[in-house]
């Protein structure tokens, strides 16, 4: 629905949905391709009724093969197509990681810079929703391990709706994780949305006290947290990554510049994970901009368990987020 | 040991004989002086050889034209010579040159020309197919008359990848030549201790594809074969499946003891070398004399020793440039 203002209300799932139609029609030289876009409209309903509109050459149910669709996606775009590969969840996406790191991610490289690979591969990640093990994890962190992908994670509606464009434009294989639980989610969305920029972080709300830094599904309970704070007398920014890999390191180091205070929060694992890395940028470019450690709010180490309350207790929440915020700003932490 | 296949239906006014042993001659030529170079680190790394299995990829080319496409594997050189690839180039990236075909950055397992539509020199065993599979989306998407020949080893067949990329390439019916070259040894795992069967057709056909059996010691039958799958193919009777029955002469690679194969073994299939069967029979059908074996021996010799003249004489990328080429586009 729009309103006079040129603002609607609308989810996560249709605003993906938006931007492969929009995709879809821009080019013919893109088409969507894995298990069950098809017929059964997505897995998770983003491509629904795109079969019907565009047909089945163009929206193309695979087999369960990963490692087969995901390669014959980076195959097609070395031969001037630009594929959007769906991979169900990040989880199943470890089936087709041979082809995504040593085929999508080397391929320009180990060619001596001949062929490159504009292939656009989306996966849903993240827990939330009951999936257990095997369907609810955070593996963004791990993709942004390899040089030669971009790794791209929305966190707003506008880049749920505006990243595919962009990506597709890209020469270079991109990797877009959309967050599941997000894909009810809705908010207002401008009526004209259309690509957004994929290269740099965005400050989602300014402050002065601390900054949150995160991204994707963790961009919303950073930005409750942050309102929590508010009511509390501290003054937290909300700076949202958006790109994995390369990072914004310019980003990073000027949000702590100007709060002297960084709490990052990550959906995948602590131990090695992208915060580690994001920790490190700041200790190696803005230690002396700190007055306080830099913290960390990650999913417990353990694989995400079905039952809701040790899921929940195993993934950021806004209260933990705001318990670390308030010690690291009070210093009672 | 495989059983040997009847020798090549067709005559040799089928082919140009000569330029058949010469491509051959010029692969095995070429992989000799690099055995030699290997033993004076001018080439290091991993490098594995086609010395013996020369008549697969010699076939095949004949039967491909210059806009289809080859995904090949780590044991390419032969692939890459008989596509077209500049021995010059190939020489040079053996050296890790800049003026190598991948710039120094591939090796000798990762051959590219993307002018020749040479797509690798892929070093995991299986990870080529799916490419293939998706070139060949390409074409039949865009209604291309092309064919993408996809070269790899019988041990393959044991990787997931394999039967994803059959049924994907069958059940959308894409112009896709499968060649398989079974030298009979995963490196050193013979087919029958890694395959519950081995008669590789048989599971080619179970994806509803056209597969056969050849004698891959045998040039003309190869270029038979090649030609009569390719013309299914390009006809777009879907992909087709042909398993070259050949041997490797050599080791594995340059750090094989050679303990999974006997010696006798291995000399019996030296008497099925294809270059010998080839120049055996052109010269008593006269096609080619004595001093013209000598003349196209030296021939093949000047182009090696150019080779290799060049790869010495090639430049090393300048460290400073280590990183390009990760990404074709760089954020500004």
Redesign the interface.
């Given at each position: 629905m729009t309103t006079a203002t040129g603002v609607r209300e609308t989810t996560f799932r249709d605003a993906y949905r938006e931007g492969i139609r929009d995709a879809l029609i821009r080019d013919d030289a893109t088409f969507l391709m894995g298990e069950d876009v098809g017929r059964y409209g997505g897995c998770f309903g983003v491509s629904k009724g795109l079969l019907e509109e565009f047909g089945p050459e163009r929206v193309r149910d695979t087999p369960l093969s990963e490692s087969g669709f995901v390669g014959a996606g980076i195959g097609a775009a070395m031969n001037g197509m630009r594929p959007i590969v769906e991979v169900m969840t990040v989880n199943f996406s470890l089936l087709a990681l041979d082809q995504i790191m040593n085929n999508a991610a080397s391929m320009l490289h180990m060619s001596g810079g001949q062929i490159n690979v504009p292939v656009v591969i989306r996966m849903t990640t993240g827990a939330g929703r009951q999936l257990a093990a095997q369907h609810s994890h955070s593996l963004e962190g791990w993709y942004a391990h390899i040089p030669g992908i971009r790794v791209l994670a929305p966190g707003t509606l506008e880049d749920a709706r505006g990243m595919l464009w962009t990506a597709l434009q890209d020469p270079d294989p991109v990797l877009i994780f959309e967050n599941g639980a997000m894909y009810p989610v809705s908010g207002p969305l401008p009526a004209n949305a259309g690509p957004v920029e994929i290269d740099h972080a965005a400050v989602r709300r300014h402050g002065e006290d601390l900054s949150l830094i995160t991204y994707g599904g963790s961009v919303p309970r950073a930005m409750l947290a942050a309102e929590t704070l508010e009511e509390e007398g501290i003054s937290a920014e909300v700076l949202d990554l958006r790109t994995l890999r390369p990072l914004d390191g310019a980003a990073i180091l000027g949000t702590v510049a100007r709060t002297h205070r960084a709490l990052v929060v990550d959906e995948g694992w602590r131990s090695g994970s992208l915060a580690a890395e994001v920790s490190a940028r700041i200790m190696e470019g803005a230690f002396y901009e700190l007055e306080a450690p830099v913290a960390r709010v990650c999913a417990a180490e353990v694989p995400i368990p079905f039952a809701q309350h040790l899921e929940q207790a195993a993934i950021p929440q806004p209260e933990t987020i705001v318990a670390v915020a308030r010690g690291l700003v009070r210093g009672d932490g | 040991m495989t059983s040997t296949l009847p020798t090549g239906r067709s005559g040799l006014d089928q082919w140009d004989g000569v330029l058949l042993l010469r491509e051959m001659l010029r692969i095995r030529r070429f992989e000799e002086r690099c055995v030699e170079l290997y033993s004076a680190s001018k080439i290091r790394g991993f490098m594995h050889l086609y010395i013996g299995e020369e008549a697969v990829a010699t076939g095949v080319m004949q039967a491909l034209r210059p806009q289809d496409?080859v995904v090949s594997t780590y044991r390419e050189h032969g692939h890459a010579l008989a596509r077209g690839l500049d021995p010059k180039a190939i020489m040079a990236e053996m050296y890790g040159r800049v003026e190598?075909?991948?710039?120094?950055?591939?090796g000798s397992m990762?051959l590219?020309?993307?002018d020749a539509r040479f797509?690798?020199?892929?070093a995991?065993v299986a990870?080529g197919?799916?490419?293939?599979?998706?070139?060949?989306?390409?074409?039949s998407?865009?209604g291309r008359d092309v064919v993408t020949a996809c070269f790899f080893g019988e041990g393959a067949v044991a990787e997931?990848?394999f039967h994803?990329?059959m049924?994907?390439a069958a059940?959308w019916s894409l112009p896709v030549l499968f060649c398989c070259e079974n030298n009979l040894y995963a490196m050193g795992t013979a087919l029958g201790r890694s395959e519950s069967q081995t008669d590789l057709t048989i599971k080619a056909s179970s994806y509803e594809m056209s597969a056969w059996a050849v004698d891959g010691m045998d040039v003309l039958a190869c270029a038979d074969a090649a030609r009569e799958a390719v013309e299914l193919v390009r006809g777009g009777g879907g992909p087709c499946f042909l398993e070259f029955r050949t041997y490797r002469f050599r080791a594995h690679s340059m750090y094989d003891p050679e303990l999974y194969r006997s010696k006798e073994e291995v000399a019996e299939w030296k008497t099925r070398d294809p270059l010998d069967a080839l120049a055996r029979r052109l010269r008593e059908d006269g096609l080619l004399s004595d001093a013209g074996r000598d003349a196209m021996e030296r021939e093949v010799e000047a182009e090696v020793d150019e080779a290799v003249a060049f790869a010495e004489a090639g430049t090393l990328e300048p460290v400073e440039d280590l990183t390009?080429?990760?990404?074709?586009?760089d954020?500004?």
């Open positions: - | 496409a190598g075909c991948s710039r120094g950055r591939g990762h590219f020309d993307a797509y690798g020199g892929n995991i990870g197919l799916p490419l293939a599979v998706g070139l060949a989306l390409a074409d998407l865009r997931g990848e994803e990329a049924n994907l059940l390009r080429f990760v990404y074709r586009r954020v500004p």
